[in-house]
């Protein structure tokens, strides 16, 4: 058997010929045909050749195709079978684009081509795009009737990046899809190497996205630090050439270092890293340990070291608390080395300064020595609660708390909100603890950080404490629609919903519109929408709908208005609650647009002595909305606006208050003692004139100034201040209060931290003579020869008769009030001794009197210093006169603490006691 033809476009016909080995017999002989793909091509179930003859012809019928196809057609007579194969392709052989790759922004030509000549009246061919931000066709292009071929326009926009679409041509259900590339003008810059030491050069290469012009391409070139890395002004990229190189020249550097290369061609940059590197570099890990563990250092050079290595001098700036050794060798080629820190036991958190040196180029790294138990970490678990509801905090040290426990000491920066104990303590041996966390209700969510500090330690934590779980509200948007128009209506949460969510059940007041029986707000979520079908209605109807969950119903107003002429749909006003003497603005809205000549909307109040209103309000023609003004007086009131048109009548609800505080944050909280804090009171609206906000502190050490007020100026909701914060012996809470004309307070806690100035030094057993002992510490700032701050506590000696160490001069407190007996240093202190002095009684005068002496002056480099000592030192511990040969004081250049009552006209016995120290260091945090 033959076909002709054997390919063919889909819908033609072909004509097959059955052929004999003989001629058929008398009758003729009836040969049986198949095709095995009905869907391409069928034939008829037989062929009869005639008798006497040897050959017989059949039609082929072919039906469109979206692939090419084969169809195996078979002829079978006497159990003899010889299958032939058709191929039905369809009408759209193929579609190519000229160029494919080209510039943004220049054009293309698009062909397709047909497997046989297009019929009387031509082939359309549906084209499209896959990315119509980069390249546009036209909707169809048509191949011209007794054609194979058509051509078409393809135009492209500017891109920044290589992009690519896709052109898919569309013909009888068969497609061809070819990709069209567009390059940017500048397809990138690169640099190799990309990271250098300083001093060495790196290769830059522009790349364009086609070959350059006649002439070339000037590509510019920028660096963004000219100190590390320059770059020629621009390069050339030779003309048919895509590419080109520059040099980029780099500059030594003390710190690694980013630049920034910036190519520019056509008005397109792009952009290039460099890293410049110093030539040496040195971190530490782990950053922190416990005394007593090690840390490893490594130095890293900006390049590799010479033939016998290069030699990296060490040191520590407090060999007390870790120790390194003299110097690392970087073997020859290589350029890091590792070198072993070696820690030593502490009382409080030290922060040591390891210094690495090499060719003259010094790089440090801070290691933090801890003491046994310092703080690591504070958590709060859950993280997030509703008002009301409790939580647990976890404190975690390092190691475990040594003998006696370790406290860290808690705080809460919104009392507010939630609250902690002053303290928890890690017992001893163990490395965590917990403690309670007691939040209150809110009205918003709102996130409180949980404060915990030991030895100058502090880590924070976050809770979040929501609002009462329950539904907030319902609303529907748009409010108002013509009948058989749909709304959308959103029920939202108090807080997140609970673990397989929050079915929140659903009505409707009126027929007029429809809402599903219930909603279901997702686990973790706060919100839901669902669907409001209404049905036409011949008069404005208002539809309550109702929203409902754990016992607790909301609602909201859809309006279903008539079809036809526009009617009045609604009153706004925004906002609804002002402060008296400011503006509202109030919108009405029809439910159609204003017929000509426009819509005039009657308005009333009533109350007319608090509000000012228009008579009227026009809708122009054409809209649906106007604009009108409320004014208040100057007192408190309430009113109804109503808007009245053709009949029907909508009402809206305005308050005037007084102006209120609303919120006082301040900005950074904690705050460095020492140091300014920013802080900002909030309204409740815009103020209509300067309004004065009075400020309170329940600390006596700032104000916003002295009048203690800050003004909100008019037109404004808000207005800052600044507290500058005096220095301060320990963490201090202080709680500012803000509120407008005798209206409702709000309190704001402000955590102020100690001074960052100078250095703290920590008192290590101090022991008096007499079995007392002095812990605690104090700030010196050796810039300004200052003691900034003083926490030192004093416990007396086995002698009840002897004042010092009693209550309540056992407390040196600086610069804070002791109760009404502020400590205060002396003014002859001096880096080798400081001089505390307590007033004990005013009547007579009395005062305890602490004198450290230091074995050297105290610096900024910090370390541990001895405290100078005699503890055989003779000396009369008792005296009712202070001088000799009655008494003999200790001498004035050793340790030592004094009670004095001098001579008085009291008829009080003078008395002096002494007690000299006879151990003790100090050491610098």
């Given at each position: 058997m033959t076909l002709n033809p054997a390919t063919l476009t889909g819908g033609a016909n072909s004509t097959g010929t059955v052929t004999l080995s003989a001629a058929a017999p008398a009758g003729g002989a009836v040969v049986a045909l198949t095709s095995n793909n009905l869907n391409a091509a069928t034939v008829p179930a037989s062929v009869t050749v005639a008798a006497g003859a040897t050959t017989a012809r059949f039609t082929v019928a072919t039906k469109t195709v979206t692939v090419g196809t084969v169809a195996i057609i078979t002829p079978t007579y006497n159990g003899i079978s010889k299958p032939v194969g058709l191929v039905v392709n369809p009408l759209l052989g193929s579609l190519t684009l000229n160029p494919s790759v080209l510039i943004g922004g220049a054009g293309s030509t698009g062909t397709v081509t047909l497997t046989r000549a297009a019929p009387a009246g031509g082939a359309v061919v549906t084209l499209t795009s896959g990315n119509t931000n980069a390249a546009t066709v036209p909707a169809a292009v048509t191949v011209a009737a007794g054609t194979t071929t058509a051509s078409f326009a393809v135009i492209t926009k500017a891109v920044t990046a290589v992009t690519q679409a896709n052109i898919t041509a569309t013909s009888v259900g068969a497609s061809r899809i070819v990709t069209l590339t567009l390059n940017p003008p500048l397809v990138g810059v690169t640099v190799n190497p990309a990271a250098v030491k300083g001093g060495v050069g790196s290769t830059g290469t522009v790349t364009l996205g086609t070959a350059a012009p006649v002439?070339?391409?000037?590509?510019?070139?920028?660096?963004?630090?000219?100190?590390?890395?320059?770059?020629?002004?621009?390069?050339?990229?030779?003309?048919?050439?895509?590419?080109?190189?520059?040099?980029?020249?780099?500059?030594a550097v003390t710190a690694v270092t980013a630049v920034t290369?910036?190519?520019?061609?056509?008005?397109?940059a792009k952009t290039a890293t460099l890293t410049v590197h110093p030539p040496l570099v040195v971190p530490v890990t782990p950053a922190a340990v416990t005394g007593g563990v090690g840390s490893t250092g490594r130095v890293t050079l900006g390049s590799a070291a010479p033939v016998g290595g290069a030699i990296v001098t060490l040191a520590s700036n407090n060999l007390n608390a870790a120790t390194v050794p003299a110097s690392v060798t970087v073997a020859a080629g290589a350029t890091t080395a590792t070198f072993a820190v070696t820690t030593k036991a502490v009382t409080a958190a030290t922060a040591v300064t390891l210094t690495a040196t090499y060719s003259g180029v010094a790089k440090t790294a801070t290691l933090t020595v801890n003491p046994p138990g310092a703080l690591t970490s504070v958590s709060v678990n859950p993280a997030a609660v509703v008002g009301g509801a409790g939580s647990t905090g976890t404190v975690t040290l390092t190691s475990t708390a040594p003998a006696g426990g370790a406290v860290a000491t808690l705080a809460s920066n919104n009392i507010n909100a939630?609250?902690?104990p002053a303290s928890v303590t890690v017992a001893a041996g163990a490395t965590t603890a917990t403690f309670a966390i007691t939040s209150k209700a809110v009205t918003a969510v709102t996130a409180v950080t949980i404060t915990a500090t030991r030895s100058g330690v502090a880590k924070t934590a976050t809770l979040t404490v929501n609002p009462p779980t329950g539904l907030a509200g319902v609303s529907v948007n748009p409010a108002a629609v013509v009948g058989g128009a749909g709304s959308t209506g959103t029920v939202t949460l108090g807080s997140a919903a609970p673990v397989g969510g929050a079915v929140v059940t659903l009505t409707s007041s009126n027929n007029a519109a429809t809402v599903p029986v219930s909603v279901t707000v997702a686990a973790g979520a706060t919100t839901k929408t669902f669907a409001v079908t209404t049905s036409a209605v011949t008069v404005p109807t208002a539809v309550t709908l109702t929203a409902t969950y754990s016992g607790v119903a909301k609602t909201a107003t859809l309006t279903v208005n008539p079809a036809g002429p526009a009617a009045l749909a609604g009153v706004a006003m925004n906002p609804a609650t002002v402060i008296y003497g400011a503006n509202?603005?109030?919108?009405?809205?029809?439910?159609?647009a204003a017929p000509a000549g426009g819509a005039v909307i009657a308005l009333t109040a009533t109350n007319t002595s608090g509000f000012t209103v228009p008579a009227s309000v026009t809708v122009p023609v054409g809209a649906t909305t106007a604009q009108f003004t409320v004014g208040t007086y100057w007192f408190p009131a309430t009113t109804t606006i109503t808007a009245t048109y053709n009949g029907v009548a909508k009402a809206a609800v305005l308050t005037s208050v007084d102006a209120t505080v609303v919120g006082l944050t301040c900005n950074p909280n904690p705050v460095i003692a020492g140091t300014t804090t920013t802080c900002t009171v909030t309204l409740n609206g815009t103020a209509p004139e300067a309004t004065s906000v009075f400020i309170l502190s329940d600390q006596p050490f700032f104000l916003p100034d002295s009048s203690g007020s800050v003004t909100v100026p008019a037109g404004a909701v808000s207005a800052a201040f600044s507290l500058t914060t005096t220095l301060v012996p320990d963490q201090i809470v202080a709680h500012i209060s803000a509120n407008a004309l005798a209206t409702a307070t709000v309190t704001a806690p402000l955590t102020i931290n100690l001074t960052n100035r100078g250095r703290k030094w920590v008192l290590n057993n101090v022991v008096f003579k007499d079995g007392g002992t002095a812990t605690g510490y104090f700030t010196y700032d050796p810039a300004t020869g200052q003691y900034l701050d003083v926490n030192i506590q004093v416990t007396p000696g086995p002698d009840p008769n002897n004042p010092l160490g009693q209550t309540p001069q056992n407390l040196y407190y600086y610069p804070w009030p002791n109760g009404f007996m502020p400590t205060f240093v002396d003014n002859w202190s001096t880096a080798s001794e400081m001089a505390l002095q307590n007033p004990v009684t005013n009547t007579p005068v009395s005062w305890t009197y602490l004198q450290f002496n230091f074995a050297q002056p105290l610096t900024n480099a910090g370390g541990t210093i001895p405290?100078?000592?005699?503890?055989?030192?003779?000396?009369?511990?008792y005296c009712t006169e202070d001088y000799s040969p009655t008494c003999t004081p200790p001498p004035a250049n050793i340790s030592q603490e004094s009670f004095a009552l001098p001579d008085n006209l009291y008829g009080v016995v003078p008395g002096f006691f002494y007690r000299v120290v006879i151990s003790g260091t100090v050491t610098a945090q």
């Amino acid at each position: 058997m033959t076909l002709n033809p054997a390919t063919l476009t889909g819908g033609a016909n072909s004509t097959g010929t059955v052929t004999l080995s003989a001629a058929a017999p008398a009758g003729g002989a009836v040969v049986a045909l198949t095709s095995n793909n009905l869907n391409a091509a069928t034939v008829p179930a037989s062929v009869t050749v005639a008798a006497g003859a040897t050959t017989a012809r059949f039609t082929v019928a072919t039906k469109t195709v979206t692939v090419g196809t084969v169809a195996i057609i078979t002829p079978t007579y006497n159990g003899i079978s010889k299958p032939v194969g058709l191929v039905v392709n369809p009408l759209l052989g193929s579609l190519t684009l000229n160029p494919s790759v080209l510039i943004g922004g220049a054009g293309s030509t698009g062909t397709v081509t047909l497997t046989r000549a297009a019929p009387a009246g031509g082939a359309v061919v549906t084209l499209t795009s896959g990315n119509t931000n980069a390249a546009t066709v036209p909707a169809a292009v048509t191949v011209a009737a007794g054609t194979t071929t058509a051509s078409f326009a393809v135009i492209t926009k500017a891109v920044t990046a290589v992009t690519q679409a896709n052109i898919t041509a569309t013909s009888v259900g068969a497609s061809r899809i070819v990709t069209l590339t567009l390059n940017p003008p500048l397809v990138g810059v690169t640099v190799n190497p990309a990271a250098v030491k300083g001093g060495v050069g790196s290769t830059g290469t522009v790349t364009l996205g086609t070959a350059a012009p006649v002439g070339g391409a000037i590509v510019t070139l920028a660096s963004s630090n000219l100190n590390a890395a320059t770059v020629p002004a621009s390069v050339t990229v030779a003309a048919g050439a895509r590419s080109a190189t520059f040099a980029v020249t780099t500059k030594a550097v003390t710190a690694v270092t980013a630049v920034t290369l910036t190519a520019t061609y056509s008005g397109l940059a792009k952009t290039a890293t460099l890293t410049v590197h110093p030539p040496l570099v040195v971190p530490v890990t782990p950053a922190a340990v416990t005394g007593g563990v090690g840390s490893t250092g490594r130095v890293t050079l900006g390049s590799a070291a010479p033939v016998g290595g290069a030699i990296v001098t060490l040191a520590s700036n407090n060999l007390n608390a870790a120790t390194v050794p003299a110097s690392v060798t970087v073997a020859a080629g290589a350029t890091t080395a590792t070198f072993a820190v070696t820690t030593k036991a502490v009382t409080a958190a030290t922060a040591v300064t390891l210094t690495a040196t090499y060719s003259g180029v010094a790089k440090t790294a801070t290691l933090t020595v801890n003491p046994p138990g310092a703080l690591t970490s504070v958590s709060v678990n859950p993280a997030a609660v509703v008002g009301g509801a409790g939580s647990t905090g976890t404190v975690t040290l390092t190691s475990t708390a040594p003998a006696g426990g370790a406290v860290a000491t808690l705080a809460s920066n919104n009392i507010n909100a939630a609250t902690v104990p002053a303290s928890v303590t890690v017992a001893a041996g163990a490395t965590t603890a917990t403690f309670a966390i007691t939040s209150k209700a809110v009205t918003a969510v709102t996130a409180v950080t949980i404060t915990a500090t030991r030895s100058g330690v502090a880590k924070t934590a976050t809770l979040t404490v929501n609002p009462p779980t329950g539904l907030a509200g319902v609303s529907v948007n748009p409010a108002a629609v013509v009948g058989g128009a749909g709304s959308t209506g959103t029920v939202t949460l108090g807080s997140a919903a609970p673990v397989g969510g929050a079915v929140v059940t659903l009505t409707s007041s009126n027929n007029a519109a429809t809402v599903p029986v219930s909603v279901t707000v997702a686990a973790g979520a706060t919100t839901k929408t669902f669907a409001v079908t209404t049905s036409a209605v011949t008069v404005p109807t208002a539809v309550t709908l109702t929203a409902t969950y754990s016992g607790v119903a909301k609602t909201a107003t859809l309006t279903v208005n008539p079809a036809g002429p526009a009617a009045l749909a609604g009153v706004a006003m925004n906002p609804a609650t002002v402060i008296y003497g400011a503006n509202s603005t109030g919108t009405v809205t029809l439910t159609s647009a204003a017929p000509a000549g426009g819509a005039v909307i009657a308005l009333t109040a009533t109350n007319t002595s608090g509000f000012t209103v228009p008579a009227s309000v026009t809708v122009p023609v054409g809209a649906t909305t106007a604009q009108f003004t409320v004014g208040t007086y100057w007192f408190p009131a309430t009113t109804t606006i109503t808007a009245t048109y053709n009949g029907v009548a909508k009402a809206a609800v305005l308050t005037s208050v007084d102006a209120t505080v609303v919120g006082l944050t301040c900005n950074p909280n904690p705050v460095i003692a020492g140091t300014t804090t920013t802080c900002t009171v909030t309204l409740n609206g815009t103020a209509p004139e300067a309004t004065s906000v009075f400020i309170l502190s329940d600390q006596p050490f700032f104000l916003p100034d002295s009048s203690g007020s800050v003004t909100v100026p008019a037109g404004a909701v808000s207005a800052a201040f600044s507290l500058t914060t005096t220095l301060v012996p320990d963490q201090i809470v202080a709680h500012i209060s803000a509120n407008a004309l005798a209206t409702a307070t709000v309190t704001a806690p402000l955590t102020i931290n100690l001074t960052n100035r100078g250095r703290k030094w920590v008192l290590n057993n101090v022991v008096f003579k007499d079995g007392g002992t002095a812990t605690g510490y104090f700030t010196y700032d050796p810039a300004t020869g200052q003691y900034l701050d003083v926490n030192i506590q004093v416990t007396p000696g086995p002698d009840p008769n002897n004042p010092l160490g009693q209550t309540p001069q056992n407390l040196y407190y600086y610069p804070w009030p002791n109760g009404f007996m502020p400590t205060f240093v002396d003014n002859w202190s001096t880096a080798s001794e400081m001089a505390l002095q307590n007033p004990v009684t005013n009547t007579p005068v009395s005062w305890t009197y602490l004198q450290f002496n230091f074995a050297q002056p105290l610096t900024n480099a910090g370390g541990t210093i001895p405290l100078v000592v005699n503890p055989n030192v003779a000396y009369t511990p008792y005296c009712t006169e202070d001088y000799s040969p009655t008494c003999t004081p200790p001498p004035a250049n050793i340790s030592q603490e004094s009670f004095a009552l001098p001579d008085n006209l009291y008829g009080v016995v003078p008395g002096f006691f002494y007690r000299v120290v006879i151990s003790g260091t100090v050491t610098a945090q």
